[in-house]
Every structure is written in structure tokens, then in C-alpha cells.
């Protein structure tokens, strides 16, 4: 059985003082038996969050890479710098960096390609905006951008991975998804798995569900089948998230 797994993606959000606080805040309340957790941080504050929950099961992530090992990218950080600071997980192709600095499938494939080389586990997001559901486009453009980010993986590389299911136009909205919806398609990304990857890589792989998910929503939408958890936003910088996490 797939465990649940929740993400905090803090954004552009905390100063260093306030990341502080709300880690230690975190540390004390987060129940991580029914879920895996991971804090997604701003940079700067990687080594911070990391050295304040030393010793407990909550989990640092980083919210971009660079696909380059190393080089001349001013601004950027490469998963050879996460890996050396055990950092282990890195979201990948948020609709954010899709939208705000065009990053293209192609991009988020040499990401989510390097991360795995660099022993990272990926969370690899897609989804569709409020214009291409509207004309009935979500299915395809998924699958789409699904076929992109897992080019070149091995059946094996697929349990390695997570993937974020992001309706582009639930994110920060205050609009969610309704469980149906959000369940179909993440049997969707599932059974694409499965046919082209095998039944054991669709088995194993974790698929969560983000968008405006909170307290009050949480624990319909992750008793779905095929949602193994969610990628948490505004929800993830408030005290309440211990309530996102232990939805049951």
C-alpha cells in the first residue's frame, strides 16, 4: 500500500525569523505516522529548516534545479548542490515556473532526468488551465505533459518519482477541485503509467493532488484511490497544516 505523502511548497513566502519560528512551530505539532511529510523551502532557508528538524521524520525539499551539473547560471542551483546537502526531494515544472519564466516540457524532463541522477526524488507537477478544461482539453493536455517529463525513464525510475497533479486553475484560487475530478485524473496519469511503464511502476508510483487543498478539504480528496497525497500551498505556511496532515 502506497503511503500518503504531504507537501508543503512554501514559495516566496518566510523570512528567515518567521521560517525559523514556524519550522520549530512544526516540528512540535507535524504527526508524521500517516503521512510522509516535506517541507519545500526557499533556498536560503534549505540548511535552516534541514538543521532544525534533524531527528525527526519530516523531510527539506527545494522548489527548482538547474538541469546543468554546474556552470556559468548566475541565480541558479543545480541538484548536485541539493544532493550534497541531502536535501532529497525537488519540485519539478511547478505551474508557476511553467507560467512566470516559460519553462517548456523538454525543460522539466532534463530536470526531473538530472534530479534522479543525482539520487533526488522529483516531484514532477502537470496540469491543465481554466481555458483548456473549459474546452475539454485536461485529458490530453496531461497526458501531454505526463509523456514529456518521464521520457527516457526506466520502469525503475518511475518508483523513484512522484507526481503533482496541479489544475492550474485551483492553485491559490480558493477553487479545488472536487474529489471526482481530481480522482479521474489522477487514474489517468496512473493508467498512462501502466501502459507505458507496467503495472508495477503504476503500482508504486505516488500521484498527489494540489491545488487550494486545506484543512477542511483534505481528508476527502486523499481518500481517493488514486491520490496518494497532496502538494500543499498557502495552506503549508499556516499553523493548521498539522491539520492537513493528519486528516484522518
Same mark, same amino acid.
Given at each position: &500500500? ?9 514559495? &516566496?513566502?518566510?523570512? @528567515?525569523? &518567521?521560517? #525559523? ?13 500517516? @503521512? /510522509?511529510?516535506?517541507?519545500?523551502? +526557499? !533556498? ?6 534541514? *538543521? ?27 541538484? %548536485? ?6 536535501? +532529497? ?6 505551474? #508557476?515556473?511553467?507560467?512566470? !519564466? ?36 485536461? !485529458? *490530453? ?26 489544475? =492550474? ?13 481530481? #480522482? #479521474? =485524473? ?9 501502459? *507505458?511503464?507496467? %503495472? ?12 487550494? =487543498?486545506? +484543512?477542511?478539504?483534505? $481528508?476527502?480528496?486523499?481518500?481517493? +484511490? $488514486?491520490? /496518494?497525497?497532496?502538494? =500543499?500551498?498557502? @495552506?503549508?505556511?499556516?499553523?493548521? !497544516? ?7
Amino acid at each position: &500500500m502506497r503511503k500518503k505523502l504531504i507537501a508543503g511548497n512554501w514559495k &516566496m513566502n518566510l523570512n @528567515a525569523k &518567521m521560517a #525559523e519560528q514556524f519550522t520549530k512551530l512544526m516540528k512540535e505539532t507535524v504527526n508524521t505516522d500517516t @503521512a /510522509d511529510v516535506v517541507f519545500c523551502v +526557499p !533556498f536560503v532557508h534549505l540548511g535552516m529548516v534541514k *538543521s532544525i528538524l534533524a531527528g525527526t521524520n519530516i523531510k527539506v525539499g527545494a522548489q527548482n534545479m538547474h538541469y546543468a551539473s554546474n556552470g556559468a547560471y548566475t541565480g541558479e542551483i543545480s541538484g %548536485q548542490m541539493l544532493a550534497s546537502m541531502e536535501i +532529497p526531494y525537488v519540485i519539478i515544472g511547478h505551474s #508557476e515556473r511553467r507560467e512566470y !519564466f516559460k519553462e517548456s516540457d523538454t525543460e522539466v524532463n532534463l530536470k526531473a532526468l538530472t534530479a534522479l541522477k543525482e539520487g533526488l526524488t522529483p516531484i514532477i507537477c502537470i496540469g491543465e488551465t481554466s481555458k483548456q478544461r473549459k474546452s475539454g482539453r485536461t !485529458f *490530453s493536455v496531461v497526458r501531454k505533459q505526463l509523456a514529456f517529463a518521464i521520457d527516457e525513464m526506466t520502469a525503475e525510475d518511475i518508483t523513484k518519482i512522484i507526481v503533482a497533479y496541479e489544475p =492550474v486553475w485551483a492553485i491559490g484560487t480558493g477553487e479545488t477541485a472536487t474529489k471526482e475530478q481530481a #480522482e #479521474e =485524473v489522477c487514474a489517468l496519469i496512473r493508467d498512462e503509467i501502466k501502459a *507505458s511503464h507496467g %503495472q508495477t511502476a503504476a503500482d508504486n508510483v505516488r500521484i498527489l493532488y494540489g491545488g487550494s =487543498v486545506s +484543512p477542511e478539504n483534505a $481528508n476527502e480528496l486523499f481518500s481517493m +484511490p $488514486n491520490i /496518494d497525497g497532496g502538494l =500543499v500551498g498557502g @495552506a503549508s505556511i499556516k499553523s493548521t !497544516f498539522e491539520k492537513v496532515v493528519n486528516f484522518e
